[in-house]
Nanobody
Framework: QVQMVESGGGLVQAGGSLRLSCTAS????????MAWFRQAPGKEREGVSC????????SYADAVKGRFTISKDNTKNTLYLQMNSLKPKDTAMYYC???????????????????????????WGQGTQVTVSS
């Protein structure tokens, strides 16, 4: 049984930083592309970032480029999202997701936006709330 548990969310002032973590069990971590999504109240879910099976390739939504960094530790089955220079519009519930994305390769992950893979994820966490005050 696959479980994915996010942590690290909270309340932070604009300009501050948070690091989200997602620990997965029940799957072989480096067989999966991992991603972070977010959903603000009244808005559609948005792909924030994804990282390839090896961790070598990453992709970011334009809204977070240069501020967020995704990484993974395959030995710890843990995915991270370092969020710097946070803005009030980053306020949302953040979810991690895992998918095999067998139709894609490292090049695709590196050159396509995260939204290109929106419907490819099999496993999801319960979410962690991030609130950025102005």
């Amino acid at each position: 049984q696959v479980q994915m548990v996010e942590s690290g969310g909270g309340l932070v002032q604009a300009g501050g930083s948070l690091r989200l973590s997602c620990t997965a069990s029940g799957l072989i971590f480096d067989d999966y592309v991992m991603a972070w999504f977010r959903q603000a109240p009244g808005k559609e879910r948005e792909g924030v970032s994804c990282i390839s099976w090896s961790g070598f390739s990453t992709s970011y939504a334009d809204a977070v480029k240069g501020r967020f960094t995704i990484s993974k530790d395959n030995t710890k089955n843990t995915l991270y999202l370092q969020m710097n220079s946070l803005k009030p519009k980053d306020t949302a519930m953040y979810y991690c997701a895992a998918g095999r994305l067998e139709r894609y390769n490292e090049y695709d992950i590196r050159h396509l936006p995260p939204t290109a893979f929106d419907h490819e994820y099999t496993y999801w966490g319960q979410g962690t709330q991030v609130t950025v005050s102005s």
